[in-house]
Structure formats: C-alpha cells, structure tokens
C-alpha cells in the first residue's frame, strides 16, 4: 500500500498514520516527526528546520524532498509506505511521482481528513505528545490519563508550533500552499475525503472503508 494523508494542521493525520501504520504493517514517514527528530538532536538539518518550523511556515521543497527521497529507498518502505505531512505543495507531489516512478512504483491513495475550520485551532491547541512512545492526545477529546503523563509513562509535552499564533499561520499557509495538493490527486483520481470529527476509532472506520478494506482483519 503507497499511500499519502492530507489534511490541514490538526485535523488528525498524525493521529490516523500511527493506527493505519501499525494495521497494514508499513512504515509511517512523517516529515513533521523527522524535522522534530533532527531539531532534538541539534543536527545541520534541524538547525535550518527551526526557524521556518518556529514560525509555522514550510521548510523549503528541495530540503524535504531529500529527506522523502532518502526515506523511501529504505528496505522497510519496500512493501509501502504512509506519508503523513508530505507533499504539502504541488511540486513535492510532482518530485515524489518522479522519485516513485524512478523505482517503477506510484501512489496509490490519497486521503484528505477533513474538518471544520472552526475546529482545527482547538485541536491543534489541546494537543499534547509522549515524549517517550509518541501517543497523541487531545487534552479533551482524547485525554490522557493525567494533563502530564503518558499511559506509558512518558512526559506529555505541547508542540512549540501548537501555540495559538503559530497554528494560525500554519493554517493560512495550508490554505495557500497545501490545499491545491488535493485537486492534483483528485484530477489523478485517487482522492478520497473522509469526515475527521468524532474519535479517533470513528475517523479510522471512515478510513479503511474510504481504502475498500484493504488489511482489513
Ligand atoms: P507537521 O508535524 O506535519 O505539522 O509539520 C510541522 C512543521 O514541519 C510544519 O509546519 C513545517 O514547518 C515542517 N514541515 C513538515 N512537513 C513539511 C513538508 N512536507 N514541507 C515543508 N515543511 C514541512
């Protein structure tokens, strides 16, 4: 399975990524996760990541399509793959066509989770990750089992882009520069829309019936 998710900022990619990852047994490449990963460990890529990523703005195409690139060639992506927060412009959809078709291989879904805008800052706002295992909660329609601790254990901390101002510029960025990412896969045909509202276990009904089933148990 070649698949890519969209979807604006908290509408609940990371969310569905993990849980289609783990059913269908393929790797979950989120370029957000391996940004985040790269700033953590103070490496070059993370050091030029920060400051568009502060200020809720995209990190440049060529940078990202190197870091996808890269990824895909791993042997775990072999039998497929999920992306999650890539592509989030139409020539990184047209680079990662031409990196899959490099390898003889082509996406084979898309699937927009859609939400109301009215709801996205809210959920964006309320969202809070495990440092540790990287669970994703929503302090009210997920909640964790305390404000601070993951059932793992793990410290629960909020995305320094999750802050009110940043999410706001991150969703006209979407508006801007992402949106027209689905009309590409629409007129390629293989765009389906999902509602995303309600849990995450209704979204993720929604999810497999949009992909007819597939691995389903
Ligand atoms: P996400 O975790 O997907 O919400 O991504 C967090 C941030 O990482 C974004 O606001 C961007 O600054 C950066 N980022 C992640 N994926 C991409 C991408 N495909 N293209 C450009 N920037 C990205």
Do not use: N, W
């Amino acid at each position: 399975m070649m698949l890519v998710l969209l979807g604006a900022p908290g509408a609940g990619k990371g969310t569905q990524a993990r849980r289609l990852a783990l059913r269908h047994g393929i790797p979950q490449i989120s370029t957000g996760d391996i940004l985040r990963e790269a700033r953590s460990a103070g490496t070059p890529l993370g050091l030029l990541a920060r400051s568009f990523m502060d200020a809720g703005q995209l990190v440049p195409d060529e940078v990202v399509v190197g870091i996808v690139r890269e990824r895909l060639h791993s042997p775990d992506a072999k039998p497929g793959f999920l992306l999650d927060g890539f592509p989030r412009t139409v020539p990184q959809a047209e680079a990662l066509d031409g990196a899959l078709a490099e390898q003889g291989r082509g996406i084979e879904h898309a699937v927009k989770i859609e939400v109301p805008k009215e709801d996205l800052v809210e959920r964006s706002v309320g969202r809070r990750t495990c440092a540790t295992c990287g669970r994703i909660y929503h302090l009210r329609y997920s909640p964790p089992p305390s404000p601070e601790a993951c059932e793992c254990g793990g410290a629960l901390v909020q995305r320094a882009d999750d802050q009110e101002d940043v999410v706001r510029e991150r969703l006209e960025v979407f508006e801007r520069q992402t949106r027209p990412v689905s009309a590409y896969y629409e007129a390629r045909g293989i765009l389906r829309r999902i509602d995303g509202s309600g849990t995450p276990e209704e979204v993720g009904r929604r999810m497999e019936e949009a992909l007819g089933g597939e691995g389903r148990a």
